[in-house]
């Protein structure tokens, strides 16, 4: 069974990635490659028309949902590099390389609001990738609209 911090991380991921109005491409559990074997991970994509650059909202969202674990559950391994990465880069064109780094500190403070106000949909998700070792966009977002229908926020 998929350790449970890995498939808490990749759920927070996808919860804040689609509460935020990202598309999750995919969220597996041991699917990529690094220099110590496979890593869990949730791909993320930016929706925007062809040839079109994200918006600003868009790459905001973004770096929020690749920042936002380890906000909370802080740095783990090979993962927490490439979401780093991640985040900067998409801070850095949202706002530009001198102000990136404040840019991504302050959507950290947001990512752990969002967490703790959603924790039940993390809970979930999570429950469902140690099962399946994988979830989709659509299952996420009938978790965060199941927890809607019976009054839990969202």
Not at 67 to 77: N, T
């Amino acid at each position: 069974m998929i350790e449970r911090r890995w498939a808490m991380h990749e759920a927070c991921h996808a919860v804040l990635a689609k509460l935020l109005g990202l598309k999750i491409v995919s969220c597996h559990m041991g699917s990529v490659g690094s220099r110590n074997g496979m890593l869990p991970h949730c791909l993320l994509g930016l929706e925007v028309d062809d040839g079109a650059e994200p918006t600003k909202e868009q790459l905001r969202a973004g770096v929020i949902a690749a920042i936002g674990p380890m906000a909370v559950y802080g740095l783990m391994a090979d993962s927490s590099d490439y979401d780093i990465k991640m985040a900067l880069k998409w801070a850095e064109q949202a706002v530009g390389l001198g102000m990136a780094n404040k840019f991504v500190a302050a959507q950290i403070l947001v990512a752990r609001q969002m967490i703790r106000e959603n924790i039940h949909i993390i809970k979930d998700v999570t429950e469902k990738l140690q099962a399946d070792e994988e979830i989709t966009d659509g299952q996420v977002q009938e978790m965060i609209d199941s927890a809607v229908a019976v009054g839990q926020p969202a």
